[in-house]
C-alpha cells in the first residue's frame, strides 16, 4: 500500500513536470502599432496590448485598422499580425513527436517565420489546419470565406476541417480556398512576396522613430518650442578651386 501510494505521488509529479514543460513554450509581444487588443484567457474584456507582454493559452489577440503586432514563441517563431486580423492561442499538446504549437487565425492576415521550429507548428482557421515544419508563409482569412494560403519556403499542408481538401503546397506556391472549398493552386513571384514583408519590416522601423519623435515632443512645453533659437547663424564659406561650396551650419 505504501509503495502505491509513493507511485502515485511520482506519477502525479511526473505529470505535472511534463505539463510545466509543455508550458515553456511562451508568446512574447515583440511590437505593437496602433490600436491592438488583448483578451486574457478565461475573461470577456478586451485590453490594450503592450510591447513585452506575454501571452498565455486561451488568449486572444485583435488589430485594429492601420494596426499591427509582432510575436515571438521562444524565440523561434515570429508571428506577424496584420491589421484588422484576429488570432487566439489555443491549448498546446504534447505527443511523441514532440510539442504541437497552434496558432488560431480567426480572420484577418498573419506572416509566419518558423524556419527555426522544433517539431510541428499548426495555424488553424475556421476551415482547415495549416500544418508545417519549418517554413516561411503567409495566410489570409476572409470575412467572406475565402482563405489564401502564399509559401514562401518550404512546404505546407492544408487540411479542411470536414477532410474534402487536403494539399501539399510547395515554395513559390498559392491556394485559395473559395466559401463554397473549391480550390485554385498558382505559381507566385517569391522576390514580389518577400519584398512587401521586407517593406513592412522597414516601416516598422520608421514608425519606431515616429513613435519616439512624438514621446520627445510631447515631452516639450510649447513655451519651451517657442523659445527655441539657433545657436549660431548660417555662414556660407568661399567657393573652392574645384567649384564646390562648403557651408558651415
Known amino acids: 500500500m505504501k509503495k502505491q501510494f509513493i507511485f502515485i505521488i511520482f506519477a502525479v509529479?511526473?505529470?505535472?513536470?511534463?505539463k510545466a514543460e509543455v508550458k515553456v513554450e511562451n508568446a512574447?509581444?515583440?511590437?505593437?502599432y496602433g490600436i491592438v487588443k488583448h483578451k486574457p484567457s478565461g475573461t470577456e474584456q478586451w485590453n490594450s496590448l503592450k510591447l513585452n507582454d506575454k501571452l498565455n493559452i486561451g488568449d486572444s489577440i485583435k488589430t485594429g485598422r492601420r494596426s499591427k503586432a509582432e510575436?515571438?514563441?521562444?524565440?523561434?517563431?515570429?508571428i506577424k499580425i496584420k491589421p484588422d486580423s484576429m488570432i487566439e492561442i489555443p491549448e498546446v499538446v504534447e505527443n511523441q513527436g514532440?510539442?504541437?504549437?497552434?496558432?488560431?487565425?480567426?480572420?484577418?492576415?498573419?506572416?509566419?517565420?518558423?524556419k527555426k521550429i522544433d517539431g510541428e507548428f499548426n495555424v488553424q482557421t475556421p476551415k482547415a489546419i495549416c500544418g508545417i515544419r519549418g517554413t516561411r508563409y503567409t495566410l489570409e482569412v476572409m470575412k467572406n470565406g475565402r482563405e489564401i494560403l502564399t509559401v514562401?519556403?518550404?512546404?505546407v499542408h492544408y487540411g479542411s476541417n470536414d477532410k474534402k481538401i487536403s494539399k501539399l503546397i510547395d515554395k513559390g506556391q498559392k491556394l485559395e480556398v473559395t466559401k463554397a472549398e473549391e480550390t485554385l493552386i498558382k505559381s507566385i513571384n517569391i522576390i514580389k512576396e518577400e519584398s512587401k514583408v521586407i517593406k513592412e519590416f522597414l516601416r516598422k522601423e520608421s514608425e519606431k522613430i515616429e513613435n519616439a519623435v512624438e514621446e520627445l515632443l510631447g515631452n516639450i512645453s510649447e513655451e519651451q518650442l517657442n523659445n527655441?533659437?539657433?545657436t549660431e547663424k548660417p555662414s556660407v564659406g568661399t567657393t573652392k578651386k574645384t567649384g564646390s561650396v562648403h557651408i558651415s551650419w
Open 228 to 230: 527655441v533659437r539657433p
Open 28 to 32: 512574447v509581444v515583440t511590437y505593437v
Open 98 to 114: 514532440g510539442i504541437i504549437q497552434s496558432l488560431k487565425l480567426m480572420f484577418g492576415y498573419i506572416y509566419v517565420n518558423g
Open 71 to 78: 510575436i515571438n514563441i521562444s524565440g523561434k517563431k515570429i
Open 152 to 155: 514562401l519556403a518550404g512546404r
Open 13 to 18: 509529479f511526473l505529470f505535472l513536470t511534463v
